[in-house]
């Protein structure tokens, strides 16, 4: 397996089903589970809380340059890694729908994607990782040995995540969740910097009519065999 770090990237849309499939690989592997876009989140959040137009640069360089963030390994398979911000538990906070998209508009932010990137480097320098993001195989881990791209239909991800809501005794408009998602993607894989898209040396994975179980199923054959 010679040079290349010991990383496995899983890159894709939103609701693809990234997270289920990076936590069951990283668990099964051994392996250290780094969520970036919690860390998107988390800044979205520092800086609602903060009351900062996130537009205003210097405002926006002062936030980064006061991060104080960690993450901490999830209480269960299942959930989500927790964070950790300015010292207060914020694992909950930044999954709401307003911190998602104030992320999304943060990340397209050229000072906070150098920083979150080189912290993500950081944290990857050692191998033994499995990254989860939008563009872990392209620009944060281009070295890593092991590259996954995820898709599905827009409509079958609108549908999973409607389900999840429903699960969860959420009211649904899933129309409403399929523009999200579309404006999202569009959002995601249209800015300049560090965009959506798969490297070319990723697996690509379209999940559209197969379930987690089996797409974990074919990431860690692919890790086993290379
Ligand atoms: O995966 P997520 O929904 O938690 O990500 C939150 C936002 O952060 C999402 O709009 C895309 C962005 N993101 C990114 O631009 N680059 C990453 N590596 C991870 C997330």
Same mark, same amino acid.
């Given at each position: ?9 899983? #890159? ?13 690989? !990283? ?9 970036? *876009?919690?860390?998107y989140?988390?800044?979205a ?5 903060? *009351?900062?137009?996130i537009d205003?640069?210097?405002?926006m ?41 104030l992320a999304s508009a943060v990340s397209a932010l050229k000072p906070v994607r #150098? ?19 939008r563009d ?6 281009? *070295? !890593? $040995? ?38 999202r #993607?569009r959002d995601d894989s249209e800015r300049t910097i560090a965009p959506l898209?798969? $490297? ?27």
């Amino acid at each position: 397996m010679s040079e290349r770090l010991e990383v496995v990237t899983i #890159d894709g849309p939103s609701g693809v089903g990234k997270s289920t499939v990076s936590r069951m690989v !990283a668990a099964k592997l051994g392996f250290t589970y780094l969520d970036t *876009g919690a860390m998107y989140r988390a800044v979205a959040l520092k800086s609602r809380l903060a *009351g900062i137009d996130i537009d205003d640069e210097s405002a926006m360089r002062l936030i980064l340059s006061s991060l104080d963030m960690q993450l901490l390994p999830a209480a269960s398979v299942d959930a989500d890694v927790q964070v950790i911000l300015d010292g207060i538990n914020v694992t909950d906070q930044i999954r709401t729908q307003e911190i998602s998209m104030l992320a999304s508009a943060v990340s397209a932010l050229k000072p906070v994607r #150098d920083v979150l990137t080189g912290k993500q480097q950081e944290m990857g320098r050692q191998g033994r990782v499995v990254a989860e993001g939008r563009d872990t195989g392209t620009v944060v881990f281009p *070295g !890593a $040995a092991w590259k996954f791209y995820l898709d599905a239909a827009p409509e079958e991800r609108a549908r999973r995540r409607a389900e999840q809501m429903r699960k969860k005794g959420q009211e649904v408009d899933e129309r409403e969740i399929l523009a999200q998602i579309i404006k999202r #993607d569009r959002d995601d894989s249209e800015r300049t910097i560090a965009p959506l898209k798969a $490297a070319p040396d990723a697996v690509y994975i379209d999940s559209t009519a197969i379930g987690p179980d089996e797409v974990i199923g074919l990431v860690l054959e692919a890790v086993r065999n290379k």
